[in-house]
């Protein structure tokens, strides 16, 4: 739903930019409330965009906005915000995503010393000025210095939760073209990395010319770089949905859509297996199976495992030498007396020295989500909702996690809510069968460790799941005394997204893994892989690592709304990549496994 997105970056745009203009509270909020409504709609606003009431029906939207959407569908752009960009330089916004640099900030900086893009407030902090501000000391000069560090490290590579659709659909497009037999991603997407450089798209196709034609002539192509016999590149329009982390989403504007480079290769059916293994990669995985090649006098190329013979001139393939192996990958790596190595191991981490790969996690394998929010506290489902998509997808158990009190920008619940929450929650359990619903809450770890509701609370509830979500540039020995002081708490069963890292956009903690890992095990604490791909936190490193210690892993989407559950194959992925098997994950567990564990620590 382009049309939302649009009002949502519009929207949000004009609040931030009239608080950089000091205007009044109310407008401000009243459009920041209303983009967070929008994003929360599973409806088209376009649709209702000719009816003023039903705008104005919508909780979150009154009479104005609803004419500024109005507007925006009928001109495409809305007339205020236009006026506010006019008198806004654009890099003052730009600045706004900078971690610590609130609109205050900004606006201080503007005003005060005529900053109007990151050159700009770097050149004040390299002459010293910027210490001359209120409020502007030599420690929060250096907070905001290593956020711009940080942020200048964004090398432009796409998200994995971006990629993965991008490839998805140019696969069903060209699964749609006649003559076309088969067609796969490879690459990086395929090894499930975090983030993407490019797209790799391999096909089987009677006619190389039709197909390389029906790829560069898709709709959403911008620009096509190469179009050769066999191989096509082009860029792919995106349409980015950040979800609640929209803070870096652009669409609309043509010269700021962005867009990403996507590479056809045309193989040979009989080559397929070793052209999948080959653009697959990783580079360095590829290597050591050309090097174990040529030790059994073979080599190995994207046409197939040939015998070697080094006398002889031109490619074993251009002179009809008929290969060892080359139709699947399966076939290849038995040929070299290996077991077949899944896409998200083939890193060079040691997978060649397997002599058996046990069977990673799948998707399929998760039957329960222990990490969900309502409209309670920042969720956009109503706990109905949430247990109807949960009980959908096949789960066993939902686990209602709301934030806890000291998350007041997200709604946290006091302790009065959470026990008013308890009676909708034993209702809703009368009324929906199939699904066992717990209660229990996303509990804030304070900078010192110490958790956001009592003992007595914690143990009153059905599940815990600690998680970090302020402090997050505290020292590596202060994260580490913050996460084990958690772990420790014997009503926790779940440490929620441990280092708080944002992918490309926060760094977050850097504790000390291998005591967290020793902590986590004496106390029978899952450590979490959350599935946004934003996040992705547990890292596939630290899963590795996790799973080495003999942790327990939870793989969850933190549900904030209906299509946050689709976030789970990415921590699958992750979880995949760390050599997380399925018995080490407790959403995989049966319910009465689960629930017996989560109900030790809890009365």
């Not at 898709?218 to 980015?240: C, I, N, Q």
């Not at 946290?412 to 959470?418: A, E, F, N, P, S």
Request: hydrophobic share 40%; aromatic share 4%; net charge negative.
């Amino acid at each position: 739903m382009s049309f939302n997105r649009d009002a949502v970056r519009l929207l949000k745009n004009i609040a931030e930019m009239m608080e950089l203009l000091g205007e009044n509270p109310f407008k401000i909020n009243a459009h920041a409330r209303a983009a967070r409504t929008i994003e929360g709609l599973s409806q088209d606003l376009r649709a209702l965009a000719a009816d003023r009431t039903a705008l104005t029906d919508i909780e979150g939207i009154g009479p104005k906005i609803a004419d500024k959407l109005i507007e925006l569908a009928e001109t495409g752009n809305i007339s205020e915000h236009q006026s506010l960009a006019a008198k806004v330089p654009p890099g003052l916004v730009r600045l706004l995503g900078i971690p610590g640099l609130g609109p205050k900030t900004v606006r201080l900086l503007w005003q005060e010393r005529g900053v109007t893009d990151l050159a700009g407030l770097k050149a004040i902090i390299e002459d010293g000025s910027i210490l001359e501000l209120p409020r502007m000391g030599k420690k929060a000069v250096e907070k905001i210095s290593r956020a711009i560090r940080f942020a200048e490290q964004d090398t432009g590579r796409l998200h994995l939760g971006v990629a993965m659709p991008v490839a998805e659909t140019i696969v069903q497009h060209m699964h749609s073209i006649e003559g076309v037999t088969r067609v796969t991603f490879a690459g990086s997407l395929r090894r499930g990395q975090e983030t993407i450089g490019d797209i790799d798209v391999l096909v089987c196709a009677d006619d190389p010319a039709t197909a390389g034609e029906a790829f560069r002539t898709m709709p959403e192509v911008v620009a096509v770089l190469a179009a050769g016999e066999t191989k096509s590149s082009v860029r792919y329009g995106l349409d980015v949905d950040l979800g609640r982390w929209n803070f870096e989403g652009k669409s609309g504007d043509a010269e700021e859509r962005p867009s990403v480079q996507v590479d056809l290769r045309v193989v040979p059916e009989a080559s397929w297996g070793a052209a999948l293994m080959y653009f697959t990669g990783s580079k360095q995985h590829n290597v050591r199976l050309r090097e174990r090649a040529l030790k059994q006098g073979l080599t190995l190329n994207e046409y197939g495992l040939f015998p070697e013979d080094r006398e002889a001139k031109g490619s074993p393939q251009s002179r009809g030498i008929e290969p060892v192996a080359a139709a699947t990958e399966e076939d290849i790596y038995a040929a070299l007396g290996l077991p077949f190595v899944p896409p998200e191991l083939r890193e060079d981490r040691g997978e060649l020295t397997l002599e058996a790969t046990s069977p990673l996690i799948e998707l399929g394998d998760v039957r329960a989500e222990l990490h969900a929010h309502t409209t309670e506290s920042d969720g956009k489902l109503e706990l109905a909702e949430l247990a109807a998509l949960a009980k959908d997808r096949g789960f066993h158990t939902i686990a209602v996690t709301d934030h806890s009190k000291s998350a007041a920008i997200a709604g946290g619940l006091t302790v009065k809510r959470l026990r008013a929450q308890r009676e909708a929650i034993e209702a809703a359990r009368e009324e929906i069968e199939g699904i066992t619903i717990l209660h229990g809450s996303e509990v804030d770890i304070l900078a010192d460790g110490s958790l956001d509701y009592d003992d007595d609370i914690l143990a009153w509830l059905d599940v815990v799941v600690a998680s970090p979500h302020a402090a997050l540039s505290q020292d590596p020995k202060a994260a580490t005394t913050r996460l084990l002081r958690a772990i420790e708490n014997p009503h926790v069963n779940v440490i929620g997204h441990p280092t708080g890292r944002l992918i490309n956009k926060r760094a977050g903690l850097d504790p000390a893994m291998d005591e967290v890992f020793a902590a986590a095990i004496e106390h029978d604490v899952a450590l979490e892989i959350n599935a946004h791909w934003l996040r992705l936190d547990l890292r596939d490193t630290h899963v590795r690592g996790a799973v080495e210690a003999g942790c327990l892993i939870a793989i969850n989407c933190d549900v904030h709304r209906a299509a946050d559950f689709a976030n789970l194959r990415y921590g699958v992925l992750t979880g995949r990549r760390g050599w997380l098997l399925r018995e080490r994950c407790v959403n995989t567990w049966s319910a009465k496994k689960l629930h017996g564990w989560l109900g030790q620590k809890h009365g």
